[in-house]
């Protein structure tokens, strides 16, 4: 029997096979009902069985093998699927591996039946190779098609959907402050609305930068003429605002201007600043370094506070991973998900330079960031 035939004749087999091999990809297979399992298979497994019956020229070989085939204005079953995989919680690892098992149990089945092969047999099984790559392909574009889609409404709903609230909660407290018509208790109050406003919009600009990176299409950086030192001495200024008790010594040596993106810049000063002063003694000053090497800048945030523990000095510049022990956390209250310095890292990198820290209970903590100049 032919290959196609047999398809055909066992498809009953090959979808219960199918069925109990997509049944043990948890934790998304854990509550589906036997229809949603099998969801697509037979129309794949009938186009399967027909594109292997199909004349096929060398031109149209080669197309298949590089991913490419034939163009349809509607979803194949093999998209369909794939959307469907991803609505139900299936990873791509997951979604990958029906496939390597369908190719398998096709394969097991047919040579049980099937001991001798002649050249029209291995002609089939190339077909059939061709046709699994080929649906797989499908299901994989299709299935990245709908993340990037769902990725652009999460970025959607968190820049436009979230951050326009924000804003106006920002503009009435504000402008509650500058009546002056306020008491005692409800300008505290004020602030205080003000305050959680400024925190929420920096962890919604930090998901977004996370969400960029993850998603592979990067932090964007615009590049522009600026003074490294003098945004340093704007960003530390700030930092003297918000907190009137703190000492910031500047240390501010050589030519200091380049090419950088001057918003990002900011951001990396802001949360190395934020950080050292979460993280450091009270009473104790927080030293900001700007200097100008040969062909780089060197920017470096000294705090003393409590040692960054070895093991977790080589990940702190990975993201939702926090520096000082724990309980250190829970005495300061900090709500901080741990994406400020993995933000920085990727801003750093961006701009072509590198970060790294060194910390211990006699030196104190210190992040030393190098951008090049050029």
């Known amino acids: 029997m032919r290959l196609p035939d047999f398809i055909r004749a066992h498809t009953g087999q090959i979808i219960s096979e199918w069925e109990n091999f997509a ?4 934790p998304a297979a854990d509550s589906m009902t036997l229809l949603a399992l099998r969801d697509h298979i037979e129309p794949i497994l009938a186009f399967i069985a027909n594109d292997i019956e199909s004349s096929q020229t060398g031109s149209e070989q080669t197309k298949k093998s590089r991913g490419g085939g034939p163009e349809s204005d509607e979803d194949s079953a093999a998209e369909t699927h794939g959307a469907l995989r991803l609505a139900d919680g299936f990873n791509m690892d997951q979604m990958v591996s029906e496939y390597r098992a369908l190719r398998a149990c096709v394969i097991k089945l047919w040579s049980a039946r099937h001991l001798e092969m002649n050249s029209k047999d291995v002609l089939d099984l190339i077909r059939f190779n061709e046709s699994i ?3 797989l392909t499908e299901s994989v574009s299709h299935y990245m098609k709908k993340l990037n889609h769902s990725k652009d409404m999460f970025l959607g709903i968190l820049g436009h959907d979230i951050r326009n609230p924000l804003g106006a909660i920002l503009s009435s407290a504000e402008l509650m402050l500058n009546r002056g018509t306020l008491d005692q208790r409800q300008t505290t109050l004020a602030s205080q609305i003000i305050e959680s406003t400024l925190r929420i919009s920096g962890i919604v600009s930090n998901v977004l930068d996370l969400t960029r990176v993850r998603f592979g299409s990067g932090l964007p950086i615009i590049r522009a003429p600026m003074d490294f030192g003098f945004v340093a001495r704007q960003m530390i200024d700030e930092m003297r605002a918000t907190y009137p008790k703190r000492e910031f010594i500047t240390e501010i040596s050589g030519d200091t201007e380049g090419e950088w993106d001057k918003v990002r810049i900011g951001q990396v000063l802001s949360n190395l600043l934020g950080n050292a002063v979460q993280y450091s003694f009270n009473g104790t000053p927080i030293k900001v370094t700007v200097k100008s090497g040969a062909e780089d800048i060197t ?4 705090n003393q506070g409590l040692p960054i523990p070895a ?3 080589e990940r ?3 993201s939702l991973t926090r520096g000082a022990p724990e309980n250190a956390h829970e005495q300061s209250g900090t709500t901080n998900l741990g994406l400020g310095l993995y933000i920085t890292k990727e801003i750093v990198t961006a701009h072509g330079g590198t970060i790294d820290v060194i910390s ?5 903590t210190t992040f030393s960031a190098r951008f090049p100049q050029s």
């Open 23 to 26: 049944g043990t990809l948890s």
């Open 316 to 318: 702190i510049f990975d």
């Open 299 to 302: 920017l470096s945030v000294h």
């Open 133 to 135: 790559d080929q649906v």
């Open 360 to 364: 211990s209970e006699m030196g104190g």
């Open 311 to 313: 093991d977790r000095v």
